[in-house]
């Protein structure tokens, strides 16, 4: 952590998103007392499955709409869902874990749609097979690793022909389709009521605020947003974020992740050759060190099923036995 905060610092609006890890939470504590301490949303379900004994579609539904619900009222009827389930469970995510950890209508700051800790497991896959190698071939295997999706990215980034990114400009499209299902009444100059259903929301224009709270939570329009765009023939592009945009896909990744040169060609300032590096004081435990994390008693192991030779433990590609014909395939599924 300290590491981290001497090379990323501190800025505006940063969240740290954790799996309730006791060490990781003390020292996230220690080093980043001013940051916004969030909790990954899927580990926290795997605890409430673990510790009330509850599961099924319904409790997870409810769950992750309730997580990521937009206005109170929403939080509230997801809430009453979890409630008729199991009414032990609402307690323990409000005063031990707390609603500002979990939830998004009531975080402190915007988290956007990172509401797991995805990122870092999807990284930590990716590094699975090269961190048993020796320190100096690890980092090549860091740097190659990152220019390869800085190069792919940049590549998809400039083969964007569209104002907003690819994901931005889709979802952005199907809010518009929405739209024109929803009939606006104008109140002044800049304060429109629109109609959904049974239900009615009051989009501020000029301050790019909606009552349903989307347009302010993703700095994005709205469907009842996009609706009075639309009616107003504005220009919708105005209204998003910057960082949705192609400019900041493309300076996301302008700089070029260099290859290591020849260790005759390196320059090495003399504070860098005077550093003497030691290991790390850390007392090994006995036995053979684990590489795979503990899954948790809800968590079933899965195999995989070859479409070839319809057994498991393989795939088609790695298939060293004999394909069977169609006819027994269509017996056996």
Known sequence: MDKLKQTYGEREEQ???????????????????????????FHLFQNIKSRFRKGGDELRDAFYCAAKAYNLADFEGFMKEIDTIDNRIRPYLTNEVGLNKWTRVYSTNKRYSTMTSNISESVNSALKEVRELPIGTLLECLRC??????????????????????GPEKELKDKLDRSKKLQVETSNHAIYTVNELKSSYIVDIQKKTCTCQRFQYDEMPCSHAMAVISKRHFKCYNFCSYFYTKQAFLATYEETVFPIGDRDSWELPDHIRQIEVLPPKHKRPAGRPRKQRYKTAMEKATQNQCTQCLKRGHNRRTCKNEPLEPSAKRKRY
């Open 15 to 41: 969240c740290i998103i954790l799996d309730r890890h006791e060490s990781i939470a003390k020292s996230v504590k220690m080093i980043f007392p001013n940051l916004m301490h969030g909790v990954c949303c």
């Open 145 to 166: 690793l990152v220019q390869r999706w800085s190069w792919t990215n940049k590549n998809r980034a400039l083969a964007t022909l569209t104002t907003l990114a690819k």
